[in-house]
């Protein structure tokens, strides 16, 4: 949201859009609705278009970008709702006041103050986190743009005016550069191009000043807004003193999306259509929902138990209160009677409060700070993945983000991987590496590049093709593109090299790859003016050539050509494309010593393009160029017409060579990606590229091996026309059957058990998914999505190519969906991705370098997508097994809290006596056993993070929410009682002679519960203890600090005559306990049968992992040997020589 | 009985060698005479079996006056050495009955004089008689334990008291600064003007002992008894018997009378009354629980230990612990 035309890159002041709007937008439609109908009419500039037609100032969305959830105002009644929104807040909240209406037994203070506490910490956070909300909303709202007011430039702030540059852009004139082209890089990129060009209506394009735009009067009428990136409609009527209206159609080239950068210019003016939350990038973030976390889940589930337990015992207790006190000299003694009012309460009544005092005495063992410890953990222990050194990126002075600190477990429990290609599993920069003329290869090294410049020993070489034909071919290198020359002082040098004046900019990396190559071997584009581009070439001498014609690049030719006219008169065709695409248009007899190359350098995982030429007589170029003017002009079917010029003239042409260029992948994606695998995650590719790029993508970072069967579903293999649904079904239902049918059923089996067998790889594009999700028209075709589904579950690895955003976040909704709902991440780098960001479970930016919307939108942004791999492995690893133990802990020591008290109830007539001092039972879990299990939850690691991060099958061990399933749960739930009954029994025998002190004095119900209390606060402390692999000063600190703690504040509590209390119950009861040497030895043995259990565990554990060890010894060697091998392996096995090298 | 008591064995009365069932019946038995040396002498002198001769005492009612009497003779069959303890006990008495354990107003007890005039609510129904604040108020104040129990020793027919200190029962910061008499002028009769004595007790709290420094809120048994017990069968240190010089011992072997006032009805709700001799070790009373929970716990310890080591010793492989970790 960040990015303005304005701020970002472009030096120098973009002259604002154009102020008020007048709008058919309804109020209500502001926002969010995808389905839009009508029109908009913005009038550029408050003016009436006639006198006639009164100007009305118009209901429109402000600009402003409202991220943040509270205000000032509202912050603390809204906050409160949310948080008592919650199932264990409000229960907490309803004990409390059944606390302050019933008479119970223990005083509000005791679950008030916790709740209190949690509140208080919880709205602390989520009023930090907001505060940042609020700050970065401001730097987008307060940042400066320029209006035209009055002829002049108005510098004002963003949110404050209501149509802004903000909003997305209509072009209206531009600062001429460049044949009134304006290259945009769009914010985050549309798609892999990342660059795109964007025009404007030439009737606009003379007006380049402040007054010429003020005198401007026109209307633009568009669509309503609409999430869909590409497509927009519209049409702008220009009104002229003494003309007739004239109107012009307005396309997707002419709209400017928020966030767009300017590349070739410095400022443009423009009109702002869509603006604040209406803009089309706004609308593609569908709104951030609130992630809830498989943990989450699961703990709601463990409080249902535990709710269940405690209405039961709460139930037992009064049932049995009720038996017991059918005897009247139990329910009335003579030394404790009733009071009046007691007597005169109904039974029901008496009942109910019974009951509802029971819940009150055990509400303890849902733990109330749980959650807020649970926030504190997560909220601290994201700060982990921030400082995460090795997630330091150098190049761009940053570590990771992290946006959101509720997901950290839910990375150690990916299933899905959804990335992006470019600029995530790529660097998104392409680099020229070879290139073959004639079929002889010539290759550069880095050292010898100074030698090309030279005007005769230019090549090493493997062999030597005439000097005529190695000039052509730069030539054409130089020629056969649409890349522009921008001056190096107007951009920062974001490709070109620093030493360079100028930079090449293109919407297609792979052409600046080409042109820099040529570049090296001495031929030096130098820009085009008024249609003649410039050479110099080796000999330093300069070459102009008239440019004729741009057969434009598109995805089912799958090459274009210039036509040029050199300064001698003579017409040359140049085209380069895709080897399937041009082999066929040349000479047969040229082709098979180029292949040779073409092939190997396909194999090695480089995108090669093949370059033809051919002469055209002035006959022929006129007969072109009046064919291509028709085609031109036609309304109707005027792609096809086209396409019929171009392809009979890109026929006959001799085959020159071939080039390679390297899309670099990012350093160790590969090796990335193969750990996902290995640690049982699939990994989608989704990406707005063409296939091929795609899949020579996905074979080069072994997402797809060589042995890894590809199934097809895409424009190519579906075909067109209107057979392509019958086409479809076919081919889903082959698919579905090779997949499911034919798989003999292992299901018993591993869950991931595909890794073993053949692996399959599913390739699918744009529009066939479309035609899937969204069938025509029949019901038959409505269980294609399931078919589809089944079969993408079926695959290793899934490449979706051709995708728009917002099917990115179909599919990855598709897949969270799914049975058992996986939980999915995705990764991405572009604004296009921020959509799938958003809806995946656990959304992931690359601080890439096309902008900074996905790494704002995602819940982590990370520099580069190999810290994927320590995010996941070793991050998410641990933080899932600290915070499932947390969560187990807390139930455990919440049981074995209330355990005693409640069998306490059977020892004092079920009268709701509490065993535990209120303090104590307000401090358990505030104060005296906290933060241990924050400091574990925080710092602990079971496994070393270089084993983690090494070890990719241990996060298998985790997954599928392994450590919060029934299992561990009952474990830890029959650990709870088991202490619990050893602490109420223990002191209960013990207290059959309750005479302990050395000087025969007596101890009363309340140091009963205190020993209880003591051995439970050492015994879940001690085990807490036991259980931590990973001593840091801070463990001990809390761990012998809390218990020292403990005591330190007994004493205190017992040593003064509170006044405010009404007992003074626990006056001296502990020092008392102490002098007592029985209580002592009582206390320890407790506390020793309370861990022998665990101790016994380990122990057995240690035994048995020593045996593994010795037997694995010998087993280890070899794969470890193995381990070793180098770690990059060359980058390609196998790829398809025609998939792999198009533009 | 108390509701549960039936489901716990009490091993408080065991003796090695008896049999168990001999302490099941502990309770039940009475008079009982304990003839092992370290552990307590038990009385039960509730009186519910016909033979008792505390049996007429049974339906005693609080304001009976004169008491009812009675005495229990026995025998005992091994000196007590040191100093020996003499506790009341009582049993099915609930004494951590919410009710009962909130119903005390502390700062009453402490010698607030607001508190003394207006006492606290939680002392309902025990607050007020006859619109006068009851000193000391409350249920637990009002059941205090008023049973006199004195001991002789019957040596050829004379009957020679045994000297019970009634001070050094409670706990020092009770006696101390927990409980204090209302301040101000005049005796301690004056102190407690306007307020009524407990319903069921006999005479004021201001006429509990003849002593002033045990006599009010600072009288020892009246501290003792409000220090709820934790269970419904619970003991309460009553009285001293310091050993003489170290030629005696503190009670020699022989017979004994235990003459008692039986003020304290515990027929009407299934209680029973015992009264305890015993002497304390630096372990403070005698509790067989420590001792077989600790023996039974070092036995499987060590057993457990044993067959560690024995599987260590088999599987164990020294050279390879420590390298890996984890």
Redesign the interface.
Known sequence: MRLLITAARAPGPARGGKRRQRASCQLGKCAGEEKRVGTRTVVVGHRPVSETDAYVAQKFCDNRIVSSKYTLWNFLPKNLFEQFRRIANFYFLIIFLVQVIVDT?TSPVTSGLPLFFVITVTAIKQGYEDWLRHRADNEVNKSNVFIVENAKQVQKESEKIKVTVNGEVRLLSLKLVGRGRCVVRAGGGMSCPGELTHYAVRDTTVLCTDEAIDALTATIECEQPQPDLYKFVGRIIIYRSNQEPVARSLGPENLLLKGATLKNTKKIYGVAVYTGMETKMALNYQGKSQKRSAVEKSINAFLIVYLCILLSKATVCTTLKYV?QSNP??DE????????K?RETFKVLRMFTDFLSFMVLFNFIIPVSMYVTVEMQKFLGSFFISWDKEMYDEEIKEGALVNTSDLNEELGQVEYVFTDKTGTLTENSMEFIECCIDGHKYKDCISEVDGFSQTDGPLKYYGKAEKSREELFLRALCLCHTVQIKEADQVDGLIGHPEHRYTYISSSPDEIALVKGAEKYGFTFLGLENNFMKIRNQKNEMETYQLLHVLNFDPVRRRMSVIVRTTTGTLLLFCKGADSSIFPRVQQEEIQQTKVHVDRNAMDGYRTLCVAFKELTQKEYDKIDRQLNEAKMALQDREEKMAKVFEDTEADMHLIGATAVEDRLQEQSAETIEALHAAGMKVWVLTGDKMETAKSTCYACRLFQTSTELLELTAKTVGESERKEDRLHELLMEYHKKLIQDVPKNRGGLKRSWTLSQEYGLIIDGSTLSLILNPSQDSSSSNYKNIFLQICLKCTAVLCCRMAPLQKAQIVRMVKNTKGSPITLSIGDGANDVSMILEAHVGIGIKGKEGRQASRNSDYAVPKFKHLRKLLLAHGHLYYVRIAHLVQYFFYKNLCFILPQFLYQ????F????LYDAAYLTMYNICFTSLPILAYSLLEQ???ID?LTADPQLYMKVSDNAMLQWKPFLYWTFLGAFEGLVFFF?V??????????????????W???TIVFTVLVFTVTLKLALDT?FWTWMNHFVIWGSLAFYVFFSFFWGGV?WPF?????M??VF??MLT???TW??II?LI??SL?PEI?LI?LKN?KE??H??RN?IIRKVPDSLSARPSVRPLLLRTFSDESNVL | MGFWSWGVVTLQNECPGNTLAYSSISFFYSPTVNDCPFFPLQIDYTGTEPSSPCNKCLNVSWDSSPPCTCTINFTLEHSFESNVFMYYGLSNFYQNHRRYVKSRDDSQLNGDNASLLNPSKECEPYRTNEDKPIAPCGAIANSMFNDTLELYRIDNDTRTPITLIKKGIAWWTDKNVKFRNPTGDGNLTALFQGTTKPVNWPKPVYMLDSEPDNNGFINEDFIVWMRTAALPTFRKLYRLIERKNNLQPTLQAGKYSLDIAYNYPVHSFDGRKRMILSTISWMGGKNPFLGIAYITVGSICFFLGVVLLIIHHKYGNRNTSADIPN
């Open positions: 037994p017991w000299f139990n003694p003579w030394y404790n009677e009733k009071t009046k007691e059977f020892f004092c007539g009268s709701q006596q509490p079971h496994i070393n084993t223990g209960y025998f013990l207290f059959q002679n309750s005479s302990l002190e050395d000087n025969g004095k007596v101890f009363g119900n140091t009963f519960g692999r005559i209390l009404k007992q003074q119950r006056y001296f020092a008392h007592s040497v029985s030895l009582a043995l020793f049968i022998f016994l122990v035994i020593k045996s060890q010795v010894k």
